[in-house]
């Protein structure tokens, strides 16, 4: 009977045996099945997480490439190739499309979807149908979105603003409703990850063994079942408020705008989290990997993780200290968007520590850990500059807010991306890629990206509002600093295409474990069979044991449980006595 | 997974999990974890009703007037009683009852289509008095001898879509019925599985208690 719930433990007893995984199957994820059909209706995880891999991809080209157009035109104080107008759609777009269609899904959805149910021993999500449906909701809103790109634009900010965004004529609602749409993909997301870590780990995987990968998607996931609903009702109500004008944030009508911008970021202060946390999860991954050592602080990272997701709760009213909310209310916001630097600094500090006295090796996926912990640290302490109460008075909506966020979210965001996608890339794809042009489009990315950032810090000081076509001549030479380092940056996201694209193509077979890694996924063959684990696994250590030499590091196989047959052929038959 | 026999796996029971424990436990909890998102749905409504109000308490006196206590109770008597008769749908399936489960769907589904039809006939009778949703809010007769408040509108724009969106998962509620009385027709529910069931009686329950916290909030005001 299915209420009742004795453990699994008492019910069958696990016969433990040491395994050994077969390196480069014949038959694997991406070859099992073939032609369109099979990836479109498929239920798989890794294939979904490979579909997301290509869309957010695909929009975060679109989104540099509006970007650049931005920097080209800021070249001149006055026009130089754009107008006015189409400038303001522009920027509108770009962080629209940046944010709602690139960086909300990009960890979670892409490398966390490939990677979570291999982390958690297990076959697949819970709710697999829920997980391709999610990736369709994701799709119609896209093009929800291009819909409204191409009926009229966008122009109001990526922030949507009442009143501005009840009165213009541009395609609020097509946007909002795909923003709408997008929302409900997270939700579900978030709600597959969440059910599938409680319910789903293998055997032995305790929550103090789970990867710290996995605590910052479930710290993640949490979040987006949160906060991402009040977003929904938000861009609900706004969208009522432009076909029926129920005035509930119109001031025309007697409504509220203020109310408007504490609704929108009641989400969109923890989707800032949202964006970010899963980043720290693949850092912690890659700097323990790379150093070569047990990860410093577990228990501090995995919950400092969760305490980034609650405090992100209550600190929205920081970005509403210009507004006219009541000056106690603001005194409480900055004060615990202070507070929120605690739990950052301990992951800063426990990854250093991580590193001091490890065996670094600086593979590509270090390098981008490393470029995350300096351009990240900025971000975090500009952060802490913005809020202050008395100066932010002085930098709110000026390019050290741009600076700020930026940092945060390409220094931190994309550089933990990209740290996750050289990490995990042998282990998707099964190829290897050129470590050489690796180290040159970091460099060139690294350097590009302080190039473009760092003198907005200094615009923005200098008071250059953010939003904003025209500037005064002094700001040109900084204006064009930044312009030359987005195409330097454009340039070294190129060469990332154009080298993976070649090892897709003709790159070198992977090994199962080419980084000497501990946790699961690197326990099975690269790329993974349809079904990741040929045997319930068996999780007999943890994720960061490197005190352990890699030949004892293995899987065990749950035998004896639901008739379960073992190839002998591939199992070392070695019952292990009690190990922990 | 090819190396596991199925002759021990019942057909109900998807690949990737262990048991059927498993795969019900799941589900409950991804169905509560689903629950807590649409509070939140709601609680933004919630937030913005809890403002407004304590900006202008005599507006939510005033309005709630034109709100028609009977019916609202009467539509509140409706819904618990579906929550009674969904509970017993569980309770059918858990002893094998499949003709249980589909006489109390069809009694639970009953009940969600009498709270639309007194639904219904509270918003034409609003719209009757020119109580429309929005920009079209334009009070006449004893409405407009009533709503004398500047700030009118915003009320009615609350209720409507408090209502409107609660209206919504009543509707989806009855789709859902409706899948789960055809299932139950085909005897697919047993006491090893009938996971549709309690899911859905879950997401029931929850569209009931919305409504438990809308009727004081809206009508029994005063």
């Known amino acids: 009977m299915s209420t009742n719930s004795t453990p699994i433990e008492q019910k069958t007893k696990l016969h433990v045996q040491r395994y050994v995984q077969e390196e480069n199957p014949a038959v694997n994820y991406l070859n099992a099945k073939s032609g369109i059909m099979s990836w479109l209706g498929t239920l798989d995880h890794k294939r979904i997480g490979v579909m997301y891999l290509i869309s957010i991809s695909f929009f975060f080209f679109v989104g540099g490439m509006l970007a650049l157009l931005l920097r080209t035109e800021l070249w001149t104080p006055a026009k130089t190739i754009i107008e006015a107008d189409t400038y303001n759609h522009v920027f509108t777009l770009h962080g629209a499309i940046m944010i709602f269609l690139f960086l909300v899904p990009s960890i979670p959805a892409a490398l966390g979807n490939f990677l979570l149910p291999i982390q958690l021993g297990c076959k697949d999500f819970a709710f697999p149908r829920l997980n391709l449906f999610s990736f369709y909701l994701y799709v119609f809103g896209a093009l929800f979105s291009v819909t409204a790109i191409l009926t009229g634009g966008l122009d109001t900010g990526w922030t949507f603003y009442t009143p501005y965004s009840i009165t213009t004529s541009s395609s609020v609602i097509a946007m909002t409703m795909g923003v709408f749409i997008l929302g409900f993909s997270s939700i579900l997301t978030g709600i597959n990850f969440i059910i599938t870590t409680h319910k789903m780990r293998a055997p032995g995987l305790s929550w103090g063994k789970l990867p710290l990968f996995v605590w910052s998607a479930y710290a993640t996931s949490i979040i987006q079942v949160l906060a991402t609903p009040v977003l929904g009702i938000t861009l609900l109500l706004l969208i009522m408020e432009r076909v029926l004008q129920i005035g509930i944030f119109d001031p025309a009508l007697g409504g509220d705008p203020v109310l408007y911008q504490h609704f929108f970021w009641f989400y969109s202060h923890p989707a800032v989290y949202i964006m970010i946390v899963p980043g720290f999860g693949v850092i912690s991954e890659v700097i323990a990997t790379f150093s070569k050592k047990t990860i410093f602080g577990y228990w501090a990272i995995a919950l400092s993780s969760l305490a980034i997701a609650f405090m992100g709760f209550v600190v929205w009213g920081h970005h509403m200290f210009v507004s006219g909310q009541s000056p106690l209310a603001s005194f409480f916001f900055s004060f615990i968007t202070f507070l929120v630097g605690i739990p950052t600094g301990i992951k800063i500090f426990n990854w250093v520590s991580t590193m001091y006295r490890g065996s670094i090796s600086l593979e590509a996926p270090m390098l981008y850990a490393l470029g995350f912990l300096f351009l990240f640290t900025v971000g975090g302490l500009t952060g802490i500059f913005l809020g202050t109460l008395s100066v932010d008075v002085h930098l709110h909506d000026t390019y050290f807010v741009v600076a700020h966020f930026h940092y945060v979210m390409v220094g931190g965001m994309v550089m933990a991306l990209l740290a996750g996608l050289h990490y995990w890339w042998p282990k998707m794809f099964g190829k290897m890629y050129n470590k050489t042009a690796a180290f040159v489009a970091w460099l060139v990315i690294f350097v590009g990206f302080n190039v473009t950032f760092l003198p907005q810090f200094v615009l923005g000081s200098r008071g250059m509002p953010r939003r904003y076509y025209n500037y005064i001549d002094e700001f040109q030479a900084l204006h064009q600093i930044s312009t030359i380092g987005a195409y330097m940056l454009g340039l070294g996201f190129g060469i990332i295409f154009v080298y993976l694209l070649i090892s897709l193509l003709k790159g070198k077979a992977a090994p199962s474990n080419p980084w000497n890694a501990r946790t699961l996924e690197w326990t099975i063959s690269s790329p993974p069979t349809e079904h990741n684990f040929e045997h319930v696994p068996v999780v007999l250590h943890g994720p960061y044991d490197y005190h352990f030499p890699i030949e004892e590091f293995q899987l065990g196989v749950a035998g004896g449980h639901h008739d379960i047959d073992v190839h002998t052929e591939k199992v070392v038959t070695k019952p292990i006595e009690t190990e922990e | ?222």
Do not use: C
């Not at chain 2, 589900?27 to 649409?38: Q, R, S």
């Not at chain 2, 859902?176 to 859905?200: D, H």
């Open chain 2, 1 to 222: 997974m090819a190396n596991i026999s199925s002759t021990t796996r019942p057909a109900h029971l998807q690949h990737h999990f262990v048991d059927s424990d498993q795969q019900f436990d799941s589900a409950k909890l991804g169905m509560w974890v689903f629950l807590v998102t649409e509070i939140l749905f709601f609680g933004g409504l919630f937030a913005a009703y809890v403002i407004y109000r304590s900006w202008y308490p005599d507006l939510y006196i005033q309005a709630s007037e034109l709100l028609n206590t009977t019916w609202g109770a009467i539509n509140t008597v409706v819904l618990i009683g579906s929550s009674l008769t969904v509970a017993m749908a569980i309770r059918s399936a858990q002893t094998n009852n499949n003709r249980g489960v589909y006489i109390n769907m069809m009694i639970t589904l009953a009940l969600a289509v009498v709270f639309m039809v007194i639904k219904y006939f509270e918003y034409t009778h609003k719209f009757h008095l020119g109580i429309f949703p929005g920009g079209n809010f334009a009070p006449t007769g004893e409405a407009a001898e009533i709503l004398t408040h500047p700030k009118a509108n915003i009320f009615f724009s609350i209720y409507y879509m408090m209502t409107g969106l609660h209206g919504i998962h009543v509707v989806i509620g009855i789709g859902l019925m409706i899948w789960l009385a055809v299932k139950a027709k085909n005897n697919a529910f047993s006491a090893e599985y009938y996971t549709p069931v309690e899911v859905v009686g879950l997401y029931w329950h929850l569209v009931d208690i919305i409504w438990i916290f809308l009727f004081p909030l809206l009508y029994l005001i005063d």
